[in-house]
């Protein structure tokens, strides 16, 4: 069996758990309609398009924003790419992907 592939790792910064952080998570993630996700058989890979242009996403990546999409929550999709990917604990990188896709626009 082949392993899943890595998630994104981006450095964390610690934040009180009191504080709210300005950039927080929506509760129930989507991708903001200037984006569209979709499967490019040519590249072998999903990409998210935009007016200027398009990213190439990793397996990982897609998967997290796939799921991007207004009715599943931060914790039902950690659970569901935890079995996906047979792993345990990836919530922060998850989270750290999400809020990044915040700070570039794609998540709202």
């Not at 952080?21 to 929506?26: G, K, Y």
């Not at 999903?46 to 997290?64: C, F, Q, T």
């Not at 991007?68 to 914790?75: K, L, M, P």
Request: with cysteine; glycine share 4%; aromatic share 6%.
């Amino acid at each position: 069996m082949n392993a899943a592939p890595a998630l994104p790792t981006l450095p964390l910064s610690p934040v009180a758990p009191e504080a709210k952080a300005p950039n927080a998570l929506p509760p129930f993630p989507r991708l903001s309609r200037l984006y569209r996700l979709q499967y490019e058989p040519v590249q072998s890979a999903w990409v998210l398009l935009y007016p200027e242009g398009m990213v190439k996403l990793n397996d990982s990546s897609a998967e997290i924003l796939r799921r991007c999409n207004g009715e599943r929550s931060v914790d039902a999709m950690v659970a569901e790419l935890e079995i996906l990917f047979n792993a345990q604990g990836i919530a922060p990188q998850v989270t750290d992907l999400l809020q990044e896709g915040m700070r570039r626009g794609w998540i709202v």
